[in-house]
């Protein structure tokens, strides 16, 4: 208890369950930090943050549309109105809409860029800003993917995305190092959301094969993810920057 005793973290998507970023804000408040929680889902994020407080942690909600500039103006007038500062940001809001390239709209790769990589941008660009201001450092945590790194079949445009996350994390790192400013990028394999479930649902020979190779034989979990993000927010990786974290039982390395 008390990895993040004192510090003000902000996770976006955090209204699913199974989610990665409702397990992150849970997570979060229990090694007591201060959890701001934000989704699209309004009524949803307020319940992860009631729960949370309802077992002694300390969380806010907000409902937020991660590609509305407006809404992540709202967001930070809200942080800095309200705490002064921000020491951990999570880019987790996410979506993912996977077929063949052949199959897929304009419409729907402009979509799934907006979510997954330009709300990476918008988040991390504001807090660089606080976080310089404030000059005390911080941690910028963005969600990736093992698709972010490798070839996955069905999986062009959020790929693209992710891999962009990968790759704009590392440049960011480079300008914010001397400011004590640490920016990584997570990324998850097979883990168990409501995102993941929709995807098998709509793709199940693809996620079957792909469940057959997993080394460690299982999907993981969202407190697997969690827990990864707990290290990266926490003091204890304080010499890491602009690196690549996996969390996906051996997938990639085959």
């Given amino acids: 208890m008390g990895r993040l005793s ?11 369950v199974p989610g990665l970023g409702s397990a992150t804000a849970i997570r979060f408040a229990e090694e007591g930090a201060t959890v701001l929680i934000t989704d699209i889902d309004g009524e ?7 729960d949370i407080r309802a077992k002694g942690g300390n969380a806010s909600a907000m409902r937020h ?12 007038a809200w942080i800095a109105g309200d705490h002064g500062r921000l020491d951990v940001i999570v880019n987790n809001a996410g979506i993912a ?19 997954n990589l330009n709300s990476v ?15 005390q450092g911080g941690s910028i945590i963005n969600i990736s ?3 972010g790194l490798i070839g996955v079949q069905g999986c062009a445009a959020y790929a693209a995305a992710k891999g962009g996350v990968r790759s704009f994390s590392k440049a960011v790192a480079l300008e914010c190092a001397r400011d004590r400013i640490r920016v990584n990028s997570v990324h998850p394999g097979m883990i168990m959301t ?30 697997d993810v969690a827990n990864m993000n707990l290290f990266l927010a926490s003091d204890e990786s304080r010499y890491c920057t602009g690196t690549e974290f996996v ?5 990639i390395t085959q």
């Fill in 44 to 50: 949803g994020v307020e319940r992860i943050a009631a």
């Fill in 65 to 76: 549309d991660v590609t509305s500039t407006a809404d992540w103006d709202a967001v930070f």
């Fill in 97 to 115: 809409i996977l077929r063949a390239i052949a199959d897929f709209t304009d419409a729907e790769w402009i979509r799934q860029n907006d979510v």
């Fill in 247 to 251: 969390v996906d039982g051996g997938l």
């Fill in 6 to 16: 004192g510090k003000i973290a902000l996770v976006t998507g955090g209204a699913s």
């Fill in 145 to 147: 993917s093992v698709a």
């Fill in 194 to 223: 409501n995102i993941q479930k929709v995807a098998m649902d709509d793709n199940p020979e693809i996620f079957e094969q792909i469940s057959a190779s997993i080394p460690m034989g299982y999907f993981g979990e969202p407190i």
């Fill in 121 to 135: 941008y918008y988040g991390t660009q504001r807090a660089v800003k606080l976080m310089r201001e404030v000059g």
